[in-house]
């Protein structure tokens, strides 16, 4: 079994910055990608950033240059930096892992966490 756990999601005025965390524990073998999406109200998700376990990122265009995806292998974490917020970043970030289970390695498996909401607005 393989948890997910957000945190660092609330309100930010305009131009702010947050700081979103994901921690994946249980019977992890090893992590492959690890990614943010977010699903605004009436919209479908959408990603915003992922990072490989190399260590290439890739983000959405809606936010390359204001946005680092970054990650701790040794602590099984990955985060997402957010600077210059714009209200349009308003919606539930989601933290989204590819990974390896079990002692002997079993997989690949796509994981979710719960979400966590993430409102900019004045």
């Known amino acids: 079994q393989v948890q997910l756990v957000e945190s660092g999601g609330g309100l930010v005025q305009p131009g702010g910055s947050l700081r979103l965390s994901c921690a994946a524990s249980?019977?992890?073998?090893?992590?492959?990608?690890m990614g943010w999406y977010r699903q605004a109200p009436g919209k479908q998700r959408e990603l915003v950033a992922a990072?490989?376990?190399?260590?290439?990122?890739n983000y959405s265009d809606s936010v390359k240059g204001r946005f680092t995806i970054s990650r701790d292998n040794a602590k099984n974490m990955v985060y997402l930096q957010m600077n210059s917020l714009k209200p349009e970043d308003t919606a539930v970030y989601y933290c989204?892992?590819?990974?390896?289970?079990?002692?002997?390695?079993?997989?690949?498996?796509?994981?979710w966490g719960q979400g966590t909401q993430v409102t900019v607005s004045s």
């Open positions: 989204n892992v590819d990974l390896m289970t079990g002692w002997v390695p079993t997989g690949p498996y796509e994981y």
């Open positions: 249980g019977s992890i073998f090893s992590i492959n990608a």
């Open positions: 990072i490989t376990s190399g260590g290439s990122t």
